[in-house]
């Protein structure tokens, strides 16, 4: 799984029983930008961002990927 990009990195903060929990992290500056965490209600992973963070289009797409690959390798887990 892929956790380092361009601009930002993913970082594992806790393993839950069936989900963790990451910290999106600057690469400049070591800033939490926000977390990526199991939304119970909507069944899925979402990005939860921290107060006045701002994201650009390349931003979001390298998020979206890290979403899209924990929810593969979750519904890998349940075949």
């Known amino acids: 799984m892929q956790t380092e990009y361009q601009y930002i990195n993913f970082i594992k903060q806790e393993s839950k029983t069936k989900t963790d929990v990451f910290n999106i992290v600057s690469v400049s500056g070591r800033n939490i930008l926000g977390q990526i965490k ?42």
């Not at 909507?42 to 929810?71: A, H, V």
């Open 38 to 79: 199991w939304f119970g209600r909507w069944r899925q992973y979402c990005f939860f961002p921290s107060n006045k963070t701002i994201f650009n289009k390349g931003c979001l797409e390298d998020i979206n990927n890290f979403i899209t690959q924990l929810m593969d390798a979750r519904k890998g887990k349940k075949s």
